[in-house]
């Protein structure tokens, strides 16, 4: 564990909190959290997770201009539930997406675990973006992801990771809670 990865787990936690209370803030802490994350990611040699850190950067400036400009008055998103299509639909692009990366990984880097590093990757995209248009869905998403990732990190010798993607799991499960109770999905 380094002074890096505390600070960047410190960081998560703050934002992924911030996300559960709907607080665009959110957004610019978890900007700063990937950034630190795709160079620790890099430095152990799951570059999945590093790519997904970085793409993770872009969909946090899509994500704080969702929350804070889109919608009809330009007052930002409320929170929304997928259509059963849609979510089908998003869940095929996240496997083809994780397969394609996976062969990548396996085929032209050293990647410790380029399959489920991949899956794992493909799968936390799609929860992101469900995230960033305020989806009730993206935090069941998150749990399974999460609780994945645990085992990955935990094999990885990344155990202060670990444990912030344990506490990660708990944050989807109050968010998932929250926003399945937001009255503007109740309507």
Known sequence: M????????????????????QNPWCWPVGLVMVLLYS???FEVKLYSDMLLQV??????????????????????????????????FSLTIGAIGSL?????????????????DAALTGFSLVAQLWMAQKRVQCWPLWIVVDVIFVGLFVYKGLYLTAALYGLFTLLA??????????????T
């Open 2 to 21: 380094s002074g890096l990865e505390l600070f960047a787990a410190a960081l998560g936690v703050i934002a992924v909190w911030l996300t559960v209370k």
């Open 39 to 41: 160079w620790i990611f």
């Open 55 to 88: 793409i993770y950067a872009g969909l946090q400036l899509y994500g704080w201009w969702q929350w804070t400009r889109a919608g009809d008055a330009h007052q930002g998103r409320q929170v929304s539930r997928l259509g059963t299509q849609a979510v089908v």
């Open 100 to 116: 394609l990366l996976g062969a990548a990984m396996a085929h032209w880097t050293d990647a410790a675990q380029p399959w489920l």
């Open 173 to 186: 499960v109050q968010g998932w809670r929250e926003w399945r109770a937001d009255p503007v999905l109740r």
